[in-house]
Nanobody
């Protein structure tokens, strides 16, 4: 499967942004999905994950209450709605497909990754 992340950009603190992750070559059904991010000089960080088909969700502590992950299995796309953005949310955001239907926060449980989309939040 090929994952194409999009929707990143430059925004101000407090703004909202929605990232999309479109899949081609294979359905996203039967797999959990996740979003991770990586800022310069930092480790890759878990952001959010969603299971299939019950769409249970889990969030990293730093984004809980501000970000929301969802999926549209008809459009074969996963979304990350980001609200109340902060400068510390600045990073490259990656979507990834999990090895199974469950929620995972460990990047080792994901086998396909998108190319990433840059999100920059100015203060």
């Amino acid at each position: 499967v090929q994952l194409q992340a999009s929707g990143g950009g430059l925004v101000q603190a407090g703004d909202s942004l929605t990232l999309s992750c479109a899949a081609s070559g294979h359905t996203l059904a039967h797999r959990g999905m996740g979003w991770f991010r990586q800022a310069p000089g930092k480790e890759r960080e878990f952001v959010a994950a969603i299971s299939w088909p019950d769409t249970k969700t889990e969030y990293g502590a730093s984004v809980k209450g501000r970000f929301s992950i969802s999926r549209d299995n008809v459009k074969n796309t996963v979304y990350l709605q980001m609200n109340s953005l902060k400068p510390e949310d600045t990073a490259v955001y990656y979507c990834a497909r999990a090895l199974s239907v469950f929620i995972y926060s460990d990047p080792r449980q994901f086998d396909d990754w998108g190319q990433g989309t840059q999100v920059t939040v100015s203060s």
